[in-house]
C-alpha cells in the first residue's frame, strides 16, 4: 500500500485555480473542486497523477527544477485560499465535506514540505522513481497503445528530449544546493546505504520491463539512463553518505508531524498506552488458543511460538505453488464471506500475481497494487506476491508469508474482503475523486484490513485463526514500538528481539519492521492497530444504536461505499445516513 500512499501524499504539489462549479450531482460539484488539485499534481508530478488516473500524461516526469519548494509553496497556498472561498459558498452537506478533506490535505502538506524544508537535506531515491515511473506505463492493465509514451519518459528522464536536462543531474541540484545551509540534517546512513545496495536490481528491473515488451528503439536512450544513474549512485556514496546521519531518529516535530500524515491523531505517548494494553490481550488469546490447535495437529507443547514455527515447518509452500495456493484460499473465504453474509462480493474474480524481482527489491513485503482511481476503463486491483528465489539444491526459500496457516490471513487482508474490496469498491460506486484519492491515508485503508481479517477469523481453521492473532499482536506491536524507537525509549535491538521472541516473526521479516519504524516510513506502521480500534469502536457504537436490526453485510457495504473516509467523517456518515435509513 506504500506507494499509492506516496502518490496520495505528493499533494505538496498544488495549482492555480479557474473554471465555475456547473455540475448538478454531489459528486460532480465535488469533483470540480478536486481538479484544482489535480491540475497541478499533473504538472509537478505527472507520475503520481497518471498512477491515480489523470489521463495524457504517461510522457511527462516530475518537476525537480530550482525554486520548486518556493513554487509549489506559493502555489499550495492560492489554491488552498480559492477552496477556502468555494467552502464558504457551499449548502451541499457532503460536497462541503469533500472540500474541508481538500483543504485539509493542503493544510498538512504546507506543514509538511516547510518543515521538512526547514530541517532535512534534500535526497532522492532516484532508481526507485525511474523504476516506478516506467512501471506506472509498462502494465499488463494498460492499453498496449500507451506503452511507447514509456521510451518518451525515458528519454527525458535521461535529458535526451529537447528542453530537459538528466533527471540524476536536477536531483544532485537541488540536494547540493542546500549542503552549505547550517543545522540541517541528513538522510539515515542505513537508508541510503540500502539504496546504493539496491540500486542495480531497479537499473536492471527497468531494462527488463522494456525487453518484455515489442517496442524498439529503446536500447540506447536505456543505455545513456542506465549509466547517468549508476553515476548518481556513485555521486550518492561520494556526496550524500559523508552527510547522513547515524541516529535514525527524527526531530520530534518531524515524527509527530510524519503521524497526523499518515492518519494517526493521537500523541506516540498515547498510542504506546492504548497499544501496550491491547498487545496483551491479544497474547493472552493466543495462549488460549494455541493449545487447541497442538492437540489437533499432534504438537507436543502448548507454547503458541513453538506452535506456529511447526506450522511454519509443516505448511510451507514451494515458490511455483505459491499463486495456485493463494488462489484456492481465496476461493475457501469468498465461501465464507457468502455464507456467512459478511459483504457483498464483486461479480468478477479478484486478481493475485507474483511480483518481479525489481518490484520485490522495492517492496519486500506482499501488497496491493492498486488500479487507477481515475478514469478507470476496467483496471483492477492486483494482490501482489512477492517473489521467491530457488537454491541451488532445487528447494525454495521461505517466508513468514509462504505457509499454509499464514495465507488465510494474509489474503483476507491484501485480497477480500480487504484492500481488494476497497478499491473495487471505489472503482465501481463512483464515489467523488476526493474520497477516492485526497481523503486516502493508512489509517482508513489500512485500519479496514486489519478488520476485514477480524471479520473472517471466526470461521477460519484453528491454525488460521492462531496466525489471525499473530498478525493482529504484530500490529498492536506497531503501535508500540514504532513511538518508543522513535523517542528513544527502546533500542533497535531490543525491538527486534521482540519482534522474533514474542511475536514469533522470523529474521527477515523482523528487520524489515525495525527498518520501517527507524527510517523507512517512521509513524506509518502505527496505522494499522489505530485504524482498527476506531473500526471496532464504530460498529459498536452502531450495533448499539441498532441493535436487533444491525446487519453486518449492509454495514460493511455501506462503509465501503463511502470511499476512504477518515474515522471521524465516516463515523458522521454511518450515524447521519446509515442508521437512521436501517432504524426505519
Known sequence: MRKLITFSLITVFFGPFSGAVLAESWVEKSNVHAQLVLDVLAKLSPEGAGQIGVDGLDEEISDLRSGIHERSQEMSRDVLAELQRRLRAETDSKVRQDIGILIQAIEDSIRSSDLNYAQMLPYYNINQTVFFGIRGIIDPQNSRDRYPAAIARLEKYAGIADGHKPFTELAKERTRERFEVEGLVGPYRGEVEQDIERAETMITGVEELLAGTDLQGWEESYAVLAGQMRDYNEWVRAEVLPRTRDDYRLPIDLYEDALRNWGVDASPTDLIEQATKGYMDIRGEMEALAPLVAAEKGYDTRDYREVIGLLKRDGAIDGDKLLDHYNAVLRDIEEIIVREKLISLPNRDAGIRIASAAETAAQPAP??????????????????????????????????????????????????????????????????????????????????????????????????????????????????????????????????????????????????????????????????????????????????????????????????????????????????????????
Do not use: C
Request: glycine share 6%; no cysteine; charged share 20%.
Open 367 to 584: 501488497h496491493l497494487q492498486p488500479p487507477r482511481l481515475i478514469g478507470n476503463t476496467g483496471e483492477y486491483p492486483f494482490f501482489v506476491i512477492p517473489l521467491l528465489t530457488q537454491n541451488e539444491d532445487g528447494s525454495w526459500q521461505q517466508t513468514d508469508d509462504t505457509y499454509e496457516a499464514g495465507a488465510w490471513t494474509l489474503t483476507a487482508h491484501e485480497a477480500r474482503p480487504g484492500h481488494e474490496m476497497q478499491f473495487s469498491s471505489i472503482v465501481e460506486s463512483g464515489v467523488s475523486i476526493t474520497r477516492a484519492v485526497f481523503a486516502f491515508n493508512s489509517v482508513n485503508v489500512e485500519g479496514w484490513g486489519l478488520y476485514a481479517e477480524a471479520i473472517v477469523r471466526p470461521y477460519l481453521p484453528l491454525e488460521g485463526q492462531l496466525i489471525s492473532l499473530q498478525y493482529r499482536l504484530m500490529r498492536a506491536a506497531r503501535m508500540f514500538l514504532d513511538p518508543m524507537l522513535n523517542l528513544g525509549l527502546i533500542t533497535p535491538e531490543e525491538a527486534k528481539a521482540l519482534i522474533m521472541t514474542d511475536v514469533a516473526i522470523s529474521e527477515s521479516w523482523a528487520q524489515n519492521e525495525v527498518e520501517r519504524y527507524t527510517y523507512r516510513m517512521p509513524g506509518q506502521a502505527t496505522a494499522y492497530y489505530y485504524g482498527y480500534a476506531k473500526m471496532q469502536s464504530l460498529r459498536a457504537q452502531t450495533e448499539l444504536k441498532l441493535r436487533d436490526k444491525f446487519d453486518q453485510q449492509a454495514f460493511h457495504d455501506f462503509v465501503l461505499d463511502q470511499g476512504m473516509l477518515p474515522p471521524h467523517i465516516l463515523k458522521e456518515a454511518v450515524m447521519g445516513e446509515f442508521v437512521p435509513d436501517q432504524a426505519d
